[in-house]
C-alpha cells in the first residue's frame, strides 16, 4: 500500500482531536462540504448522532455539556446549516454551557469572493460565542481545537465556533500532526484577605440570605453549601437555573426566585440585609427583583468577578473554587444566625400549594396538579427539563428538586423547543437515570421532529405536552398586563397519532386520575413515549391575583 493511500486527513486529524477532547457524541447533519469529516467519525469512538435540524443538534450539545461539564458537539454544513445552530448556541452561551459547534465553509480559495452559500459565519457566531475562528490551514488544527475546547469549558463557560473551509477539510495532514495535550485549568483557593472581608460584613449582618445559582451546581458545589447554610443557619434560595443544587426538602430551603410576581421566596429577601450570592449570574435572574433599593451589601462567591449593575453593588467578592470559598468564609465567621418565622412560612405555603394540586381533580388538569404528579412520578435523581413558557413558570417555582440538575430551564436565553432535543441528550449523559421533557404544545412543534431521532436512535425518554391550544406564558402576560389577549391561539395535532407515526407511543389523558398512572407507565416502558395533557390555565391570573394581594413582613 502507498504513503499516500495511508496518508491522515485532515478530517481524521479533526476527529482525532475530538478524541483526545475525550467527546463520546457529535450532534449534527451531514452536508456535501464536511461529508470526509463524516466519514472519519465512522471508523472513531465517536458516535454520530443524526439529527432532524441542525437546531435540534445544538440543544442536544448544550444540555450534554450541562450535565457533564464536558463540551457538548454540534456539528454542520456551512451557510443554512450553520445558521440553523445558532439558537442553540446563543442558549448555551447566554446560560453557561460549554458547546462546541463546528461547521463547514466553503473553499479558502473562493472566500474571499461571492459565490455560492458564503456567508461570513465567523462574524455571526462571534456576539454569542465565547471565541469563533476559521481555520485557515491543516497545521492550524490541532491548536484551534484545543483552543475550543479549552475556551469553552474555561470559567464563564459558554460555546465556541469553529468553521473548517472544505478544501482544508479534504486536504491530506502532514504526518507529524497530531492532537495537543490537554491540560486543565485548576480551581483556586480564594484570598484570604477577600474571605476576612467577607466576614467582617457577616459579623454585623442582622439577617443574611445565599441565593445560589447555576455556577454553584458547575462548581459541584452542592455538598459544601448545604455545609455552610447549616454550619452558620442561614435560609437558602436559589435561581430558576439553580434548582437543586440546595435540596428543596432541607429545613433552610426556601424555593427558587425568578416568578413574574413577588413570590413566597421574595419576602425573605425583603427582610435580608445582606445576601450571599453563590454562583450566581445576572443573566440568570434581574437583581432588581431582590435589591430594589440598593441598600443590601452583597458578597459575591463565584471563580469570577461579578457583572456590574446598579443593583448588584458587590461589598465584598471572594473569587475562587466555590467550595474551597464556602469552607473558608463558613471557619472565618465566629456567629451563628437565627431563623426567624420567615422561612418556615415560605415552605410551608409551597408545601400548600403543592398538596393542594394533589387535591385537584378538574379536567382539563390544573398546573398544579400536573405539577405534583410529576413530582409523584419521578425520583430524586431523575431528570425533567421544563421546556419555556406557561410550563416553565409553574415546574420551577413549584417543582421540589432535591439534587443539582435535575430540574432544568434555559434561563439565560430562555429559549422554546429546547426540551424535547434536550431530553435526549439528558438520557445520553446520564443513561441510568429516566428523563422527562415538561414542554407546552408551542415549543413542542417547534423542535418535535427529533422524536424520529430518538427512536431511530434507541434513546428513550417521556414527553409531557401541556396542552392548551395557546402560547400560554404570553396570553398570561397579555392577560396581566393589558386586560385581554390576541393572536397567541393555534391548533394542535392529534398528539397521540402523531407520537405513533414516528414510531413512539402515544397517550391521551382524559382525566385528571389517568395523569400520575401513565407517567408512571410511560417511565417505566423505557421507550420514547409522549403523553398529551389538557390543561386548564385558568390558574394563571389566579396564581398572580393572590401573590399580587400578598403582603409581608412574614
Not at 495511508?6 to 478530517?11: D, G, H, L, R, Y
Not at 469512538?45 to 457533564?68: K, N, W
Not at 427583583?289 to 443593583?311: M, S, T, W
Not at 409553574?394 to 432544568?408: D, G, L, V
Request: glycine fraction near 8%; hydrophobic fraction near 45%.
Amino acid at each position: 500500500m502507498s504513503a499516500q493511500a495511508t496518508q491522515k486527513t485532515a478530517a481524521q486529524l479533526i476527529v482525532q482531536a475530538l478524541e483526545a477532547e475525550g467527546v463520546e457524541y457529535v450532534f449534527g447533519i451531514p452536508g456535501e462540504e464536511n461529508i470526509h469529516f463524516v466519514d472519519a467519525l465512522k471508523d472513531s469512538s465517536i458516535r454520530y448522532i443524526l439529527v432532524r435540524h441542525e437546531q435540534g443538534a445544538a440543544f442536544m450539545a448544550e444540555l450534554y455539556g450541562r450535565l457533564t461539564g464536558k463540551a457538548g458537539v454540534a456539528s454542520a454544513t456551512l451557510g443554512p446549516g450553520a445558521i440553523n445552530l445558532q439558537l442553540g448556541v446563543a442558549d448555551a452561551t447566554t446560560n453557561s454551557t460549554p458547546v462546541v459547534a463546528i461547521t463547514a465553509q466553503v473553499g479558502l480559495d473562493r472566500i474571499y469572493k461571492e459565490t455560492h452559500q458564503v456567508v461570513d459565519l465567523v462574524s455571526l457566531f462571534k456576539p454569542i460565542t465565547k471565541w469563533s475562528e476559521l481555520a485557515p490551514s491543516v497545521q492550524a488544527l490541532p491548536e484551534l481545537i484545543r483552543k475550543a475546547f479549552k475556551t469553552a469549558q474555561t470559567e464563564r463557560p459558554g460555546a465556541v465556533y469553529l468553521a473548517i473551509p472544505e478544501d482544508v477539510e479534504s486536504a491530506p495532514a502532514p504526518g507529524d500532526l497530531a492532537p495537543l495535550p490537554l491540560n486543565v485549568v485548576r480551581p483556586q483557593d480564594p484570598s484570604a484577605a477577600q474571605v476576612a472581608r467577607a466576614a467582617e460584613v457577616l459579623a454585623t449582618a442582622r439577617r443574611p440570605i445565599v441565593l445560589a445559582g447555576h455556577g454553584a451546581t458547575r462548581a459541584g458545589a452542592s455538598d459544601a453549601l448545604v455545609r455552610f447554610s447549616e454550619k452558620l443557619g442561614l435560609p437558602v434560595a436559589t435561581t430558576f437555573n439553580g434548582k437543586g443544587v440546595f435540596p428543596d426538602d432541607h429545613r433552610h430551603a426556601l424555593g427558587a426566585v425568578g416568578f413574574m410576581r413577588h413570590d413566597y421566596v421574595n419576602f425573605g429577601f425583603d427582610e435580608a440585609d445582606v445576601l450571599i450570592t453563590v454562583g450566581y449570574e445576572l443573566q440568570e435572574f434581574d437583581p432588581v427583583k431582590i435589591n430594589p433599593n440598593r441598600d443590601k451589601k452583597i458578597i459575591h462567591v463565584h471563580r469570577f468577578p461579578a457583572e456590574v449593575d446598579d443593583h448588584y453593588p458587590v461589598a465584598v467578592g471572594v473569587h475562587g473554587d466555590i467550595s474551597r470559598s464556602l469552607h473558608a468564609l463558613g471557619d472565618a465567621v465566629h456567629r451563628r444566625f437565627t431563623m426567624n418565622g420567615t422561612g418556615e412560612k415560605i415552605r410551608r405555603m409551597l408545601r400548600e400549594e403543592l398538596e393542594q394540586g394533589r387535591e385537584e381533580h378538574g379536567f382539563p388538569l390544573s398546573p398544579r396538579r400536573v405539577v405534583a404528579d410529576i413530582r409523584e412520578a419521578m425520583g430524586r435523581e431523575d431528570i425533567v427539563l421544563a421546556d419555556t413558557g406557561a410550563v416553565k413558570m409553574w415546574m420551577a417555582r413549584m417543582y421540589p428538586a432535591y439534587e443539582p440538575n435535575t430540574m432544568i430551564v434555559s434561563n439565560g436565553l430562555s429559549s422554546m423547543g429546547f426540551a424535547v432535543p434536550g431530553a435526549l441528550a439528558a438520557k445520553l449523559a446520564c443513561p441510568r437515570r429516566k428523563v422527562l421533557a415538561a414542554t407546552g404544545d408551542g415549543a413542542f412543534l417547534m423542535n418535535s421532529q427529533e422524536l424520529e431521532t430518538a427512536v431511530r436512535e434507541r434513546i428513550p425518554f417521556v414527553v409531557l405536552v401541556w396542552e392548551d391550544g395557546a402560547y400560554g406564558l404570553i396570553e398570561w402576560k397579555m392577560d396581566l398586563e393589558l386586560g385581554r389577549d390576541s393572536n397567541v391561539a393555534f391548533g394542535n395535532p392529534d398528539f397521540v397519532k402523531y407520537a405513533e407515526s414516528f414510531g413512539a407511543r402515544g397517550y391521551r389523558i382524559s382525566s385528571a386520575g389517568e395523569l400520575l398512572p401513565t407517567l408512571r407507565k410511560a417511565l417505566a416502558d423505557d421507550v420514547v413515549s409522549v403523553i398529551a395533557v389538557p390543561v386548564d390555565y385558568s390558574a394563571n391570573l389566579q396564581l398572580t391575583d393572590k401573590l399580587g394581594e400578598l403582603t409581608g413582613p412574614f
